[in-house]
């Protein structure tokens, strides 16, 4: 099949320009800005945190809907904000608070299908977390945020971007079509924004490992990549989760897996998005 270029010529692409748009958009969210800040210190409490919080009444929200969600196992039981802190942790209070801060949580600047794609990546990895001997709670975060790079490149190119994931349906070609057109991609791209905030190595270190098929470490992202693509692309050809997993997964062990994520992935989506 013939590929036509993309007609749209790349941008010139500043990685530290398109960063710096993020702190942009952050003064505009203060309260998700501080959030991001605060709950990485080692002498913040649920009841700090919470207070914050509170001051971004869509984020908080959002958080209390999540903590009641059926991922927590708490549904109608959250009744406070700082229990619900307390119930899906800082990591994912601050992982919510990027999401609002980056504007990922308006669909109208985003690429297609992003969060249909998101959350089932998001709970795909979570669910497999133990496999790996990861957390699920930081597995889910990992997920959330990997397509951060995604919308930050289709924010600097609408346009460019667009055509490409029209022409890149499968998201491994289509992160070997960022690099060419970019210099970056996405998912490194996610990396780079998360190590500037001070995000810990346990969750950019499975970023940056996604494209070394010989590292475990980036096996679990790999893996929750082609759950979701085998959950939302038509078109979408399986890799065998084997090659994908360095042995670790076996398609058998994909089956719960698919079932469960295809379950809940639509109140996830309404929780993040405050739907």
Same mark, same amino acid.
């Given at each position: 099949?013939t590929v036509?270029?993309?007609?749209a010529?790349?941008?010139?692409?500043d990685? *530290?320009?398109?960063l @710096?748009?993020i702190?942009t958009?952050a003064a505009?969210?203060?309260v998700a800005?501080?959030?991001v800040?605060?709950?990485n210190?080692?002498?913040?409490?649920a009841k700090v945190l919470?207070?914050?919080?509170?001051?971004?009444?869509?984020l908080? /929200?959002?958080?209390?809907?999540? @903590?009641?969600?059926?991922? $927590?196992g708490m549904?109608?039981r959250?009744?406070?904000?700082q229990f619900a802190?307390?119930?899906v942790?800082? /990591?994912?209070v601050?992982?919510m608070a990027?999401?609002?801060l /980056?504007?990922l949580?308006?669909?109208?600047r985003l690429?297609?299908? $992003?969060?249909?794609?998101t959350?089932?990546l998001a709970?795909?990895a979570?669910?497999?977390?133990?496999? $790996?001997?990861?957390?699920p709670p930081d597995?889910l975060?990992?997920?959330?945020?990997?397509q951060?790079?995604? =919308?930050l490149l289709h924010h600097?190119?609408?346009d &460019?971007? =667009? *055509?490409?994931v @029209?022409?890149?349906?499968d998201v491994? &070609?289509?992160?070997?079509a960022?690099l060419?057109r970019?210099g970056?991609?996405?998912?490194? +791209? /996610?990396?780079?924004?998360?190590?500037?905030w001070?995000?810990?190595?346990s969750?950019?270190?499975?970023?940056?490992?996604i #494209?070394?098929?010989?590292?475990? *470490?980036?096996? +679990?992202?790999?893996?929750?990549f082609?759950?979701?693509?085998?959950l939302?692309?038509?078109?979408?050809d399986?890799v065998?989760?084997?090659?994908l997993t360095c042995?670790?997964l076996? *398609?058998?062990?994909?089956?719960?897996?698919?079932?469960?994520v295809?379950? #809940?992935?639509d109140e996830?989506r309404? @929780?993040?998005l405050g739907?």
């Amino acid at each position: 099949m013939t590929v036509t270029p993309l007609s749209a010529p790349p941008p010139a692409f500043d990685l *530290e320009k398109v960063l @710096a748009s993020i702190d942009t958009m952050a003064a505009q969210r203060p309260v998700a800005a501080q959030v991001v800040t605060v709950a990485n210190g080692e002498d913040t409490s649920a009841k700090v945190l919470s207070r914050i919080l509170a001051s971004d009444v869509a984020l908080a /929200t959002r958080v209390m809907k999540l @903590a009641n969600s059926a991922y $927590f196992g708490m549904r109608g039981r959250v009744t406070s904000l700082q229990f619900a802190v307390t119930v899906v942790g800082f /990591t994912t209070v601050r992982t919510m608070a990027t999401v609002a801060l /980056t504007e990922l949580d308006d669909e109208s600047r985003l690429p297609e299908n $992003f969060w249909d794609v998101t959350t089932c990546l998001a709970l795909a990895a979570a669910t497999l977390a133990p496999r $790996f001997g990861e957390r699920p709670p930081d597995a889910l975060c990992v997920g959330l945020l990997a397509q951060m790079g995604a =919308a930050l490149l289709h924010h600097n190119d609408p346009d &460019g971007y =667009a *055509e490409l994931v @029209a022409e890149h349906p499968d998201v491994t &070609g289509r992160r070997a079509a960022e690099l060419r057109r970019y210099g970056v991609h996405s998912v490194r +791209l /996610t990396a780079v924004a998360l190590e500037q905030w001070g995000f810990p190595h346990s969750m950019t270190g499975r970023l940056n490992q996604i #494209d070394d098929f010989t590292s475990l *470490e980036g096996g +679990l992202l790999r893996a929750a990549f082609e759950v979701a693509s085998r959950l939302t692309a038509d078109d979408h050809d399986p890799v065998p989760i084997m090659r994908l997993t360095c042995g670790q997964l076996r *398609e058998d062990d994909l089956v719960p897996v698919l079932d469960s994520v295809r379950a #809940d992935a639509d109140e996830l989506r309404r @929780a993040m998005l405050g739907e």
